[in-house]
């Protein structure tokens, strides 16, 4: 074997390398992603819990459209129904980053899917008045969104 078809053999011998190297980084790091990805799911998701679901827990429907009827003129009202829209916010807000791929659907859909499903028709009547006088990007409809496509997840 001469010099020059053994430098040949080494250049493919480490082109080959570099190949399989590179490969297994894109790997490592998308596994590393993903793996951040759940994290930053359930850390968003546990604050979501605790400042945001479990104040929504005690809301009914009936409840709501009654705060959306008197709130024009009813103070107590009125601060009932910023209040909830400031909660709702929030709960658009987690589903804006699921949209964007900085929370995990599936992680979400196992902590609370059900739960996030449930909870749309109870608020509904808020969401639905804060939309009354908006013609085209409707507030909260990343959150609505959201419930639809794990409703279809649940059929």
Known sequence: MNGSTFETIASWIAALAATGTLFWSVY???????????????????????????????????????????????EACRKAYNDYKTLIARLEHFAVGIEQGAFDLDMVDKLAGEHLIYLLPKIEPIIDAANEHVQTDKYYQSYVKLVERLRTRHM
């Open 28 to 74: 490592t790091q998308n596994k590393i992603q993903k793996k951040d990805v759940k994290r930053a799911t359930i850390d968003a998701f546990n604050l979501l819990q605790s400042e945001v679901l479990d104040k929504l827990a005690s809301v009914d429907k009936a409840n709501a459209e009654a705060i959306v009827e008197r709130r024009e003129t009813n």
